[in-house]
């Protein structure tokens, strides 16, 4: 049980573009999910928690317009980084938690390259 | 500001031996601090939490203690296996999904 997807597992674009990452819980319903963006050698960073139907609070230093959140359903999230550039190049991890339950459940990363 | 410290970035231990990681933390009351191993390229997967009024957590050959005195949490693997090699993370959760930071993470190896 608690199983997270995400989709694409790995994305290349060119600079400029917008790409959107999903973030799917599968056999639970999330009231609240999570996305991090991991660097080489380093830990997760939160970017933002998003609940449904709300919208996302965004950790400081974390630009809300271009990383786009929408958390439209207790199982889906999406995570839009738009006018990509190449320091955005990173993995991207949601996780997703269920209601008064405080662990939380990953999915298996989004590889962004950004070329 | 909060901080996580992690024992050490790696740790080469001999297969069967106990591996212990630490975590310590400052500027911090956690109501819960979990464990999450992850391995390369992947997200990480949940291992053990312990509430800030609980001194230890057993899971199989895991073992996780949570001393809020000495702002410290051992994580213990005993008869470590060379599959327990990972990087584990210790997460600090104040509640409610508020300021969940996770430590720096300690890179495992367990020798054949």
């Known amino acids: 049980g608690a199983v997270v997807s995400q989709h694409p597992s790995w994305v290349i674009c060119k600079s400029g573009t917008s790409v959107k990452i999903e973030c799917r819980s599968l056999?639970?319903?999330?009231?609240?999910m999570f996305w991090y963006r991991q660097f080489p050698k380093q830990s997760l960073m939160l970017m933002a928690t998003?609940?449904?139907?709300?919208?996302?609070?965004?950790e400081q230093g974390v630009e809300k317009d271009k990383f786009l959140i929408n958390h439209a359903s207790l199982t889906l999230s999406t995570l839009t980084v738009t006018s990509a550039h190449p320091e955005d190049s990173s993995f991207y991890i949601c996780?997703?938690?269920?209601?008064?339950?405080?662990?939380?459940?990953f999915g298996p990363g989004t590889r962004l390259t950004v070329t | 500001s909060q901080k996580i410290e992690q024992n050490s970035e790696a740790l080469n231990i001999q297969e069967g031996k106990t591996a212990t990681l630490t975590c310590n933390y400052t500027?911090?009351?956690?109501?819960?601090l979990q464990w999450y191993r992850q391995d390369p390229g992947r997200g990480p997967v949940f291992l053990l939490l312990?509430?800030?009024?609980?001194k230890e957590k057993r899971k199989e050959r895991l073992k996780v203690t949570f001393d809020t005195t000495l702002k410290q949490s051992l994580f213990h693997i005993t008869a470590s296996q060379p599959a327990d090699s990972a990087t584990y993370l210790c997460?600090?959760?104040?509640?409610?999904?508020?300021?969940?930071?996770f430590g720096p993470g300690t890179r495992l190896s367990v020798l054949p």
């Open positions: 996780s997703a938690r269920l209601a008064g339950v405080p662990e939380q459940y």
């Open positions: 056999d639970f319903q999330a009231t609240t």
């Open positions: 998003s609940n449904e139907g709300s919208k996302a609070t965004y």
């Open positions: 500027n911090y009351s956690p109501a819960y």
């Open positions: 312990i509430r800030e009024n609980e």
């Open positions: 997460a600090l959760d104040g509640g409610h999904g508020q300021n969940f930071v």
